[in-house]
Each structure stands twice: as structure tokens, then as C-alpha cells.
């Protein structure tokens, strides 16, 4: 049973984290007035740039922690330059947010798509990595292991910076402001249109190591096919849920990531605590356990939509002229 519940603990951190990641995304560009539907299409784009070059970094004799920096920067800069269609297009031309960030998750899957096929000649969809260096290893004293990885400790470091980052500082405030009232900033000299763009590119960056977080732990290849299974969505449903605060936002992660966790232990998990065994025969199979986030998702929404408080001028396009 401490085993079974080992390894749920292991995937709740890895998804927890992962969620969090991408929801702070959408919570700093929504906080700046810029809602961000295409965080889907950014940690796509952010996770195939990352483990293109990780599976090249495999075959060189590079020190793990190089090849961890590298990955990971990889991720943030491709999550940040993929970012600046949504800034671009919204912010100086003042696109509809929504059409735009729907456009780039298209986009993104079949760029990713048609890349990886073109890449391997056609044959293969998949990249394949080596992921041992992001893995840190447990081991109690009675042989049990729990298998850590190194975004568990960035993404802890990202919670305390960003709950310090929106809360204490003065580049926060403003950004918040922007959000709220971006006539009113404007008129005290803030620059609505530089935060904005701030909190996009925050939102790229994010959206990119997430993705990351949330693909390598727990698989040694990537179908660019299947792109990151609506993991973006359900992220934007956990910052909504989360009211678009940092340690709310990571409360509402844990409590997902157990739903998610499930899908990969639940015969086990469930035969050792209830002594029921859960198979396809009886109607029970991974796919109906991959459901449960999103039907969750789904009915908190239902019961909390009308409490939530969005940042009150997000979505509209600030002309300085109108004010």
C-alpha cells in the first residue's frame, strides 16, 4: 500500500507542478489584460523545441546539468517567441484574443507535426529522449524509492518568486493595474502596452517550461500527433478555479493532479485500498480515469463561475485614444 501510494505521490507532483507552471502562464498575461487561449499551442511549440534539442544533446558527451540548462532554456525562449504572435497580433493591431490563441493551438500541432515527419524522413512522429538527468532519485531506508525531478524545485522557486513578483513589487502592482484599469494607468505614465507585452512573454516562458515539466518525467518519447492532450485547457481551468492567484492557483494544481495521477495507478492503487480490482472486463480503463480532470474541471466551474473575478479589463484592447 506505501508503495501504491508512492507512486501516486510522485505523479501528483509531477502533474501539480506542470499545471501550476502553465497556469501562472495564463495568470500573468490575463493579469496585463491579455487573455491567452493559445497556451495549448505555446507549451506544443516549447515542449517539440526542447526535446528536439535534448534528443540531439543526448549523443553528445555534454555534463547533465548543461544539458538540463540548455533544455530548459530552449523551452522558455521558443515558448516566449511563439508567445509574441499572440502580443503582436493583439496588442498592436488589437485582435480578437480568443481567435487569435485558437489559431496558434492549430498551428502549433501541425507545425510540430509536419516538422518531426520532415525530420525523420517521414518514418516516425515521435522524438525519443534520454530523460535521466531531470530525474533525482529517493531512496528510503526500508528500499522504497520515490522518483523527484528537477522541475519540482523550479517550479517551488516560481511559486515564491511569483507570489512575491505580483504582491511586493512594484512591476506587479503595475501589472495588475493594467488589467484592472488600463486607462487609468495610462494616465499616471504606465505604459500599458510594454506590460502587456511583459505579461505575455512571462506567459511564453512558462507556458514553455511547463510543458516541459509535464512531458518529460514520466515518458522517454513525444508524439507530436497527440500534442500535449489538452493539458493548456486544463490549465486555464485551474487558473480560473484559482482566481488568478499564485498559492491558490498551486492548491487547486494538487487537488487536479490527483485526478490525473489516477489514470496511471488506479488498478493497483484501488485493488490495495479497496480490494477492488478495476478492469477493462469490468468497464474501468485508463482513458475513463484521463477523463476526470476535465469532468471535474468542468463542474467546479459550473458551481464557482459565478464567484470568479477576472481582471476586469481583460480581453479588451486598449486604444490610448479613447480614453
Same mark, same amino acid.
Given at each position: 500500500? =506505501?508503495? #501504491? +501510494?508512492?507512486?501516486?505521490?510522485?505523479?501528483?507532483?509531477?502533474?501539480?507542478?506542470?499545471?501550476?507552471? =502553465?497556469?501562472?502562464?495564463?495568470?500573468?498575461?490575463?493579469?496585463?489584460?491579455?487573455?491567452?487561449?493559445?497556451?495549448?499551442?505555446?507549451?506544443?511549440?516549447?515542449?517539440?523545441?526542447?526535446?528536439?534539442?535534448?534528443?540531439?544533446?543526448? @549523443?553528445?558527451?555534454?555534463?547533465?546539468?548543461?544539458?538540463?540548462?540548455?533544455?530548459?532554456?530552449?523551452?522558455?525562449?521558443?515558448?516566449?517567441?511563439?508567445?509574441?504572435?499572440?502580443?503582436?497580433?493583439?496588442?498592436?493591431?488589437?485582435?480578437? #484574443?480568443?481567435? =487569435?490563441?485558437?489559431?496558434?493551438?492549430?498551428?502549433?500541432?501541425?507545425?510540430?507535426?509536419?516538422?518531426?515527419?520532415?525530420?525523420?524522413?517521414?518514418?516516425?512522429?515521435?522524438?525519443?529522449?534520454?530523460?535521466?538527468?531531470?530525474?533525482?532519485?529517493?531512496?528510503?531506508?526500508?528500499?522504497?524509492?520515490?522518483?523527484?525531478? =528537477?522541475?519540482?524545485?523550479?517550479?517551488?522557486?516560481?511559486?515564491?518568486?511569483?507570489?512575491?513578483?505580483?504582491? @511586493?513589487?512594484?512591476?506587479?502592482?503595475?501589472?495588475?493595474?493594467?488589467?484592472?484599469?488600463?486607462?487609468?494607468?495610462?494616465?499616471?505614465?504606465?505604459?500599458?502596452?510594454?506590460?502587456?507585452?511583459?505579461?505575455?512573454?512571462?506567459?511564453?516562458?512558462?507556458?514553455?517550461?511547463?510543458?516541459?515539466?509535464?512531458?518529460?518525467?514520466?515518458?522517454?518519447?513525444?508524439?507530436?500527433?497527440?500534442?500535449?492532450?489538452?493539458?493548456?485547457?486544463?490549465?486555464?481551468?485551474?487558473?480560473?478555479?484559482? #482566481?488568478?492567484?499564485? +498559492?491558490?492557483?498551486?492548491?487547486?494544481?494538487?487537488?487536479?493532479?490527483?485526478?490525473?495521477?489516477?489514470?496511471?495507478?488506479?488498478?493497483?492503487?484501488?485493488?490495495?485500498?479497496?480490494?477492488?480490482?478495476?478492469?477493462?472486463?469490468?468497464?474501468?480503463?485508463?482513458?475513463?480515469?484521463?477523463? +476526470?480532470?476535465?469532468?471535474?474541471?468542468?463542474?467546479?466551474?459550473?458551481?464557482?463561475?459565478?464567484?470568479?473575478?477576472?481582471?476586469?479589463?481583460?480581453?479588451?484592447?486598449?486604444?490610448?485614444?479613447?480614453?
Amino acid at each position: 500500500m =506505501v508503495g #501504491q +501510494l508512492l507512486v501516486l505521490l510522485t505523479y501528483m507532483l509531477i502533474f501539480s507542478i506542470a499545471l501550476m507552471l =502553465v497556469a501562472f502562464g495564463g495568470m500573468f498575461s490575463e493579469r496585463s489584460g491579455i487573455i491567452n487561449i493559445g497556451l495549448e499551442g505555446i507549451m506544443v511549440v516549447g515542449g517539440f523545441s526542447a526535446l528536439l534539442v535534448l534528443s540531439w544533446l543526448n @549523443k553528445t558527451s555534454l555534463p547533465s546539468f548543461l544539458v538540463i540548462i540548455i533544455a530548459i532554456l530552449t523551452a522558455i525562449l521558443a515558448g516566449m517567441v511563439y508567445s509574441l504572435l499572440l502580443a503582436v497580433v493583439c496588442i498592436n493591431f488589437k485582435a480578437d #484574443q480568443t481567435l =487569435v490563441g485558437t489559431a496558434m493551438n492549430l498551428l502549433s500541432t501541425a507545425l510540430a507535426l509536419i516538422l518531426t515527419k520532415r525530420l525523420s524522413g517521414g518514418v516516425s512522429t515521435s522524438i525519443n529522449y534520454n530523460k535521466d538527468a531531470f530525474i533525482i532519485p529517493l531512496v528510503f531506508k526500508n528500499g522504497l524509492t520515490i522518483n523527484l525531478n =528537477v522541475f519540482l524545485f523550479i517550479g517551488l522557486f516560481i511559486l515564491v518568486l511569483a507570489l512575491f513578483l505580483l504582491h @511586493k513589487t512594484r512591476f506587479g502592482l503595475r501589472l495588475k493595474s493594467c488589467g484592472e484599469n488600463p486607462s487609468a494607468a495610462d494616465s499616471v505614465g504606465i505604459n500599458v502596452r510594454k506590460y502587456r507585452y511583459a505579461g505575455v512573454l512571462i506567459s511564453g516562458a512558462l507556458g514553455g517550461l511547463g510543458s516541459l515539466a509535464y512531458i518529460l518525467p514520466t515518458q522517454s518519447f513525444w508524439n507530436s500527433a497527440s500534442g500535449v492532450a489538452g493539458f493548456g485547457f486544463l490549465a486555464l481551468a485551474v487558473m480560473i478555479f484559482g #482566481q488568478w492567484k499564485p +498559492l491558490r492557483i498551486f492548491v487547486v494544481a494538487l487537488l487536479f493532479s490527483f485526478f490525473m495521477s489516477l489514470s496511471y495507478i488506479y488498478y493497483d492503487f484501488f485493488d490495495a485500498l479497496l480490494h477492488i480490482k478495476l478492469t477493462a472486463e469490468t468497464g474501468v480503463t485508463k482513458e475513463l480515469f484521463n477523463m +476526470l480532470p476535465f469532468i471535474a474541471s468542468l463542474i467546479l466551474l459550473a458551481f464557482t463561475s459565478k464567484k470568479s473575478r477576472a481582471p476586469k479589463a481583460e480581453g479588451i484592447p486598449y486604444d490610448k485614444g479613447a480614453r
